[in-house]
């Protein structure tokens, strides 16, 4: 299993500029996630899906949208892309159940926005 | 507002020192608290706790959940350089949606 995999794992945006973060897990999860680390600060939700065709909002979700059309994809969509969404994503996924609270993340990327 | 702190938020120790990271956590619904380790990529699970399980140890890493004090502590001991990595600690909430709140992070350094 690859896990939880993300592409890509650099970017540059210039002000302005849209772009999709792919996320994608083979472990069947149904829940999934996207996060946003600051430097020297946690993770903040960004959305959420806990399964196919349903999304919501987490901590942070302006700028940001979100698709879930299958259970293995949960794109995260940049929209007018601003400074202030210059940091690292993390997107994660977990399986439900008695154990439902752990999360799988993966590897990250990296964006900056000048 | 749900919030979790954790502290400190920097430690620098020498190896073979023992540590003691600290998570207190004010949220409604709590189903239970989760340890990742941080080093310069994806988070890694460590723990998780829950009002069945309130202690968990892993060869030089243990935990304890203090339910009456709403904390956690994340206790390793005999640190190795290896350790050095941001210490996250999250609250997980009953309902169905899975979701955690993540505290600062403890950022750990371990010189030889």
């Known amino acids: 299993n690859a896990g939880v995999t993300q592409t890509p794992k650099f970017r540059i945006l210039k002000i302005g500029q849209s772009m999709t973060l792919q996320c994608t897990q083979d472990m069947n999860h149904n829940y999934m996630y996207w996060y946003r680390q600051d430097p020297g600060m946690g993770l903040k939700l960004i959305y959420y899906s806990v399964g196919a065709g349903i999304t919501d909002k987490g901590e942070v979700p302006n700028g940001y949208n979100v698709s879930r059309s299958t259970t293995e994809d949960f794109p995260l969509r940049l929209e007018l892309a601003a400074p202030s969404q210059t940091s690292v994503y993390f997107c994660a996924s977990s399986y439900g159940g008695v154990s439902y609270n752990e999360q799988f993340f993966g590897p990250g990327t990296r964006l900056t926005v000048l | 507002e749900d919030k979790v702190v954790q502290s400190p938020l920097s430690l620098v120790v020498h190896e073979g020192d023992t540590v003691t990271l600290n998570c207190s956590y004010e949220v409604t619904n709590f189903r239970s608290l989760l340890w990742y380790k941080q080093e310069k990529k994806a988070p890694t699970f460590l723990f998780m706790l829950t009002s069945s399980g309130i202690e968990k140890k892993s060869g030089r890493l243990s935990s304890i959940l203090d339910k009456k004090e709403l904390s956690s502590i994340l206790n390793i001991t005999a640190t190795q350089t290896g350790d050095s990595a941001i210490y996250l600690c999250?609250?997980?909430?009953?309902?169905?949606?899975?979701?955690?709140?993540f505290g600062q992070g403890t950022t750990l350094q371990v010189k030889p």
């Open positions: 999250a609250v997980g909430f009953s309902g169905n949606t899975g979701k955690l709140i």
